[in-house]
């Protein structure tokens, strides 16, 4: 099932497109998401059990919960300005967000069995 049912904005839509291939292509499961906050939301995904490791913004900004925080874009005013600066980022930095997303995947957090 696809992850873009989350998506609210085009940018995110188009974030989530790109997230989910890099992930399946890698041997990187997404398993669940939600959304949270208002209208527009902010898109909440697991790597692992209820972990929350993944979150896109409403703009399509990907945060990634790695231990070092990693946020493709960093965070800075391009992306207000032009809508498919994020995009294109998440295209130039797609090793960079593998790595991030490996780090979550191999982690111990979130393993144990309820």
Same mark, same amino acid.
């Given at each position: 099932m696809s992850l873009r049912r !989350?998506?609210?904005?085009?940018?995110q839509e188009e974030t989530l497109g790109l997230?989910?291939?890099?992930?399946?292509?890698? &041997?990187?499961?997404?398993? !669940? &998401?939600?959304s949270i906050g208002? /209208?527009?939301q902010s898109i909440v995904l697991d790597i692992k059990f209820q972990g929350g490791e993944v979150v896109i913004s409403r703009n399509g900004a990907l945060s990634i919960c790695d231990g070092l &925080? /990693?946020? !493709?874009p960093p965070s800075d005013k391009h992306y207000e300005e032009d809508e498919s600066y994020v995009a294109e980022y998440i295209l130039d930095h797609?090793?960079?967000?593998?790595a991030a997303l490996n780090r979550v995947k191999e982690s111990k957090r979130n393993t144990k069995k309820l």
């Open positions: !989350f998506a609210q904005t085009d940018e997230l989910e291939k890099l992930a399946t292509e890698n &041997g990187i499961n997404l398993r !669940f &998401g939600t208002r /209208s527009p &925080g /990693s946020t !493709f797609q090793p960079k967000i593998l």
